[in-house]
């Protein structure tokens, strides 16, 4: 029965009812599409992605991992939601082999990056004893307790606009929607069908050309992620830096890569394989990619456009 249901839907002549919503949140917009369901699911997805950035936010003092900061070393009960995305951050910098790091706060501050970009009166402030780079592999959960070692500092960061697209999307199937599209600042989680009926296709956009577009893709259940170095600047005493840190300089990071895209199964593993193309270089992505059956394209500084051999590129 369901294929029937699913073949009038989605006949040539007609499309399922799409709807949508967007907001302000994380530091940056993000954008819910959902097909079938209801009207109020998308609204519904952006309040659950504005509770992620309440209780995850360094800019405010009484997030969970605002005050997982202030409590080093010292057991600290969080969320079911927050245990998840700091294992998630831990598994990644193993993964990375320390490509991807969490705890790069206080260099990330030291890079000019103090103030959130939404409400420059906001900022973050850590304990005076807090390294430039910590300890992910110290850090012990037990149950939905953390303890980050003295000096250990974390930043949801990109990882959590990651995880929290795909919390939402998968919140969204289980409310019924037929397919669901939740972009949280680059980062992007697809699932079932798009409005069209078959694969979410995707456009890959110029980090300093919003109107060129470097590639479409065509994806069905994945986590999609773009970073790059040309946005989010600063200057710190003269020189002109950037929120990518590389996790062995603790400065901005200076690979051969202005903007790298990845797909992954999910948002969450997308968003933390970009940081190789930086921390690394963009062979190491591509090698990383490779090995876990991702997909990976790299905007050169030399403005030449790589990918990995299986690009699921499309012509719309």
């Keep these: 029965m369901l294929g029937g249901i ?10 399922a009812q799409s709807f949508s919503a967007e907001a302000k949140l994380m530091g940056t917009m993000a954008r819910v599409t959902t097909v079938g369901g209801t009207s109020e699911l998308p609204r519904q997805i952006v309040d659950q992605l504005h509770h992620f950035d309440a209780i995850w936010s360094r800019f405010e003092p009484h997030s969970e991992i605002s005050e997982l900061n202030n409590h080093q070393d010292v057991p600290f009960a969080v969320s079911e939601d927050t245990r998840e995305l700091v294992e998630l951050m ?7 082999q320390g490509a991807f790091d969490p705890t790069l706060l206080p260099a990330l501050l030291g890079e000019g990056y103090t103030s959130s970009l939404v409400n ?9 004893h807090s390294l430039d ?9 037990t149950g939905n307790t953390i303890t980050l070692p003295r000096g250990t500092t974390l930043d949801s960061g990109g990882a959590g606009k990651g995880f929290a697209a795909d919390r939402a999307a998968g919140w969204a199937r289980r409310q019924g929607a037929l397919g669901v599209l939740v972009d949280v600042g680059g980062d992007v989680r697809v699932n079932g069908v798009s409005p ?5 296709r995707l456009a890959i956009e110029h980090p300093e050309d919003p109107t060129h577009r470097l590639s479409a893709v065509a994806v069905g259940d994945s986590g999609v ?6 946005k989010r600047r600063f200057s710190v005493e003269g020189r002109e830096t950037h929120h990518l840190i590389d996790p062995d300089t603790l400065r901005s990071s200076q690979s051969d890569v202005n903007q790298a895209t990845v797909i992954a199964p999910t948002a969450g593993e997308a968003e933390i394989a970009t940081k190789i193309a930086f921390s690394r270089d963009s062979a190491a992505l591509f090698a990383y990619a490779n090995r876990h059956s991702f997909q990976a394209g790299c905007l050169l500084k030399s403005g030449e456009w790589l990918t990995t051999k299986g690009w699921p590129e499309t012509d719309a």
Excluded: C
């Design 225 to 230: 992620a773009t970073s790059t170095i040309a």
């Design 133 to 141: 780079r910590g300890d992910p592999q110290g850090i012990h959960i």
């Design 6 to 15: 699913h073949a009038a839907l989605f006949s040539d002549s007609s499309q």
């Design 90 to 96: 831990i598994r990644g910098h193993a993964l990375t």
């Design 120 to 128: 420059p009166e906001k900022t973050t402030v850590l304990p005076a």
């Design 196 to 200: 069209r009926g078959d694969s979410w």
